[in-house]
């Protein structure tokens, strides 16, 4: 029998032969493909529900073990590494986005929508490969694209809110409040980009750009961070 593209990802991304291929099929159908396809009567959902409470757990675990932080800090640190930017971006790595079956609608949609569409399908996945082979196997793949980052997260601050800690490195070693300028404003009103820059004393600390200011202003403020800590926390 001739191997299909999700069997070839299984075995060369996942380091996986699925007992139930179509388990995967599943964890990378989207619910709008089932809705397009009236054939298909599954999507994804329920397994991106369990999948979610596997990255929760195997997350929090590894955190236990690993640091020995306050509950408040643990959850802010899980937060940051599971939030839907953190796993779209380790399914992008992952590979596995010309697998994920959506209708023609969504394949025209925005790129945040496609983001989110791929953070969901990494928890379905992880569902999926839960299901068919077990806790650990499933622990592996977080283990290997979103808690290997856990170190990096820790080390430079990433878990805390980067508004209040740039602003906190601001009136620390410049004596001043960063101020947020909107730098520019660019697409359609239904999928607007925005550009802001973070400034202290009149000077540019960083740039950062989203779908919201508040998003671009939160971009910027991990720039403005990171220049802080380069400078000063070396």
């Given at each position: 029998m001739?191997?299909?593209?999700?069997?070839?990802f299984?075995?060369?991304?996942?380091?996986?032969?699925?007992?139930?291929?179509?388990?995967l099929?599943?964890?990378?159908?989207?619910?709008?493909y089932?809705?397009?396809?009236?054939?298909?009567?599954?999507?994804n959902?329920r397994?991106e529900?369990?999948?979610?409470?596997?990255?929760?757990?195997?997350?929090?675990?590894?955190?236990?073990?690993?640091?020995?932080?306050?509950?408040?800090?643990m959850?802010a640190?899980?937060?940051?590494?599971?939030?839907?930017?953190?796993?779209?971006?380790?399914?992008?790595?992952?590979?596995?986005?010309?697998?994920?079956?959506?209708?023609?609608?969504?394949?025209?949609g925005?790129?945040?929508?496609?983001?989110?569409?791929?953070?969901?399908?990494?928890?379905?996945?992880?569902g999926?490969?839960?299901?068919?082979?077990?806790?650990?196997?499933?622990?592996k793949?977080?283990?290997?694209?979103?808690?290997?980052?856990?170190d990096k997260v820790?080390?430079?601050g990433?878990?805390?809110?980067?508004?209040?800690?740039?602003?906190?490195?601001?009136?620390?070693?410049?004596?001043?409040?960063?101020?947020?300028?909107?730098?520019?404003e660019?697409?359609?009103?239904?999928?607007k980009?925005?550009?802001?820059?973070?400034?202290?004393?009149?000077?540019?600390?960083?740039?950062?750009?989203?779908?919201?200011k508040?998003?671009a202003?939160?971009?910027?403020?991990?720039?403005?961070?990171?220049?802080?800590?380069?400078?000063?926390?070396?």
């Open positions: 001739d191997v299909t593209p999700y069997e070839e299984a075995k060369e991304k996942l380091g996986i032969k699925f007992n139930d291929i179509g388990l099929v599943t964890a990378l159908t989207h619910r709008s089932v809705n397009e396809h009236k054939n298909t009567h599954e999507h959902e397994l529900y369990l999948g979610d409470a596997v990255l929760e757990l195997v997350s929090s675990d590894f955190l236990y073990r690993h640091y020995n932080e306050p509950e408040g800090v959850t640190v899980r937060a940051a590494l599971v939030r839907t930017e953190s796993i779209g971006e380790a399914g992008k790595e992952l590979g596995y986005e010309p697998l994920v079956r959506m209708s023609r609608g969504e394949q025209k925005t790129e945040r929508a496609h983001d989110s569409i791929l953070a969901d399908c990494f928890e379905a996945v992880l999926a490969v839960y299901l068919d082979q077990g806790y650990e196997a499933a622990r793949i977080v283990n290997d694209h979103i808690l290997s980052k856990a820790m080390e430079e990433l878990w805390r809110d980067a508004k209040s800690y740039v602003q906190e490195l601001a009136q620390k070693y410049d004596g001043v409040t960063p101020t947020y300028r909107t730098l520019k660019e697409g359609p009103d239904h999928d980009k925005f550009t802001v820059g973070i400034y202290v004393n009149d000077k540019l600390k960083g740039t950062g750009t989203g779908h919201s508040q998003e202003q939160t971009e910027a403020a991990r720039e403005g961070v990171k220049k802080y800590r380069a400078e000063y926390l070396k």
